[in-house]
């Protein structure tokens, strides 16, 4: 299963319990205060939606949540069939 | 007792619907949250089980979980759920919202039989099932007892004493007491109390189905074909007050707490024990001075085993002897199913609108008469009442039990 952008931001917002609309591509995870615990929730929450594992260890060195986005995106998305 | 105790609020959700008055009408007009549920337990669990329960709808558990701040419902167990949702019926009915004396006079004391079994057994089927390392975050806090009565904490500001009651089917029994207990120490002039429970989960329903415990078709209490309780799930809960803090602000008295008896069976893990319930029903009824009044609503626990309902109707009998008949006899369960921690808090809620409206809600599901349950059920349709006040037992596998006594 293929994500956009957009779910990903509406996930990141539910798990780390953010209003939606401050969660864009420009907010640092600093800034609005995402916890590792949020993280992990967030990385559970794509397990379950997008059967596809991502562990923290694997996440690089973050500071927005772009990069953040990006990084996800292109995990689901090479994992998922054309 | 020094100070008196008044209730200020009612809130309930169960497969009856939202809102104590919702469930006080189902229940008066006879109408039942029992249906057949199919009950599926994942990719590693044995074939699924159909039986009757009686749920919280799913839309409405969604609802809930809408009307409360997310940083307090995005990691709640489904238990926990029910008992933010009924708390806040109940402060809101209370104009409680908000109020100054909610921060420090408040105190919050809510029973669960089990706390978070939705959570455990995804938890534990991802662990033991799928064999994944990682177990999510949230687990241990959505599993603890102690969840439901933190979140209710969180979400309106108390910071009075605050924790959760245990003891199976009698928790939120032993909940209102120790509430009340603490407006009568002078630790708070107010408490939120109750219970609530979610356990109609797949690997629960097999453990209840092993003991042997569980109806076939429905529950039937003190009917003589009865064969076993149904589950069922939700909360309830009362903000009980200070009479004179309740009425310095204006507020509106809806009912009285009087007392309670608590008795332990110390006997055995699961069968009843009839020096155990009738004492407790002995005690509460002396606390309240109801031994010699013309008329009590009895709110039985009525769960519709076939040891429970003799051994309670033999109870009754032995508090009140001849006077026995006089006494109508209510078993809700048959309405909204056994809510296990969340059940004495539920039965309460409808008792005491009972008593409000002058009807006592009808018995379901009965057949025909047991010779071994010989009281003054109230059968077919709602009945009229004369009683000012009412009993509401809570008897626990393990022998625990608890009965409550309110006025109108």
């Given at each position: 299963m293929k994500a956009t952008e957009s779910e990903i931001l509406?996930?990141?917002?539910?798990?780390?319990?953010?209003?939606?609309?401050?969660?864009?591509?420009?907010a640092t995870l600093e800034d609005l205060g995402i916890s590792s615990l949020d993280l992990i929730s967030m990385l559970f929450e794509l397990e379950e939606t997008y059967g596809v594992v991502v562990e923290e260890a694997d996440m690089p060195q973050m500071t927005t949540l772009g990069e953040m986005v990006d990084f996800l995106l292109s995990r689901i998305n090479e994992a998922a069939p054309s | 007792m020094s100070r008196r105790i008044a209730i200020t609020g009612l809130g309930a959700v169960s497969a009856l619907g939202i809102g104590a008055r919702v469930n006080w009408e189902a229940a008066r007009d006879g109408r039942s949250g029992i249906v057949a549920h199919r009950f599926e337990g994942g990719p590693h669990a044995p074939e699924p089980v159909t039986l009757p329960a009686a749920l919280t709808p799913e839309g409405h558990a969604?609802?809930?979980?809408?009307?409360?701040?997310?940083?307090?419902?995005?990691?709640?167990?489904?238990?926990?759920?029910?008992?933010?949702?009924?708390?806040?019926?109940?402060?809101?009915?209370?104009?409680?919202?908000?109020?100054?004396?909610?921060?420090?006079?408040?105190?919050?004391?809510?029973?669960?039989?089990?706390?978070?079994?939705?959570?455990?057994?995804?938890?534990?089927?991802?662990?033991?099932?799928?064999?994944?390392?990682?177990?999510?975050?949230?687990?241990?806090?959505?599993?603890?007892?102690?969840?439901?009565?933190?979140?209710?904490?969180?979400?309106?500001?108390?910071?009075?004493?605050?924790?959760?009651?245990?003891?199976?089917?009698?928790?939120?029994?032993?909940?209102?007491?120790?509430?009340?207990?603490?407006?009568?120490?002078?630790?708070?002039?107010?408490?939120?109390?109750?219970?609530?429970?979610?356990?109609?989960?797949?690997?629960?329903?097999?453990?209840?189905?092993?003991?042997?415990?569980?109806?076939?078709?429905?529950?039937?209490?003190?009917?003589?074909?009865?064969?076993g309780m149904v589950m069922g799930d939700g909360g309830a809960v009362l903000i009980l007050e200070d009479m004179d803090h309740a009425r310095a602000r204006g507020a509106e008295i809806l009912g009285e707490y009087l007392g309670a008896g608590m008795t332990s069976d110390a006997f055995h893990i699961t069968q009843p024990s009839l020096d155990g319930a009738s004492g407790a029903i002995r005690q509460a009824a002396t606390a309240a001075g109801l031994l010699e009044a013309d008329e009590v609503l009895i709110s039985a626990h009525g769960t519709g085993t076939p040891l429970n309902d003799r051994n309670e109707a033999a109870a009754i009998q032995?508090?009140?002897?001849?006077?026995?008949?006089?006494?109508?006899?209510?078993?809700?369960?048959?309405?909204?199913?056994?809510?296990?921690?969340?059940?004495?808090?539920?039965?309460?809620?409808?008792?005491l609108q009972a008593l409000k409206t002058g009807l006592a809600p009808p018995v379901l599901n009965y057949n025909e008469p047991d010779p071994e349950c010989v009281v003054a059920l109230v059968l077919g349709e709602a009945r009229s009442i004369q009683a000012r006040h009412a009993l509401v037992n809570a008897f626990a596998f393990g022998g625990l039990n608890v009965s409550l006594a309110f006025a109108a």
């Open positions: 509406d996930l990141i917002a539910k798990e780390a319990i953010i209003d939606r609309e401050k969660v864009t591509r420009d | 969604q609802a809930l979980e809408d009307r409360f701040s997310r940083k307090v419902s995005g990691g709640l167990d489904r238990f926990a759920v029910l008992g933010l949702c009924a708390a806040h019926e109940a402060l809101e009915q209370a104009g409680l919202v908000d109020h100054p004396a909610l921060s420090h006079r408040t105190g919050i004391v809510l029973g669960h039989g089990q706390g978070g079994q939705e959570t455990l057994e995804r938890s534990y089927e991802r662990f033991f099932g799928l064999k994944s390392q990682r177990m999510h975050p949230g687990t241990v806090p959505k599993i603890m007892v102690s969840g439901g009565v933190s979140a209710v904490a969180m979400q309106f500001g108390v910071h009075g004493p605050t924790f959760a009651t245990s003891s199976a089917c009698a928790s939120s029994a032993h909940a209102i007491v120790q509430g009340a207990g603490l407006i009568q120490t002078g630790l708070a002039d107010i408490a939120i109390v109750g219970g609530s429970e979610a356990i109609a989960t797949p690997g629960s329903m097999a453990g209840w189905q092993a003991i042997q415990a569980l109806a076939t078709e429905t529950c039937r209490p003190f009917s003589r074909d009865r064969d032995a508090v009140f002897g001849e006077r026995t008949p006089r006494h109508p006899v209510i078993a809700t369960k048959s309405a909204h199913g056994h809510l296990i921690g969340g059940s004495a808090a539920l039965q309460a809620v409808i008792a």
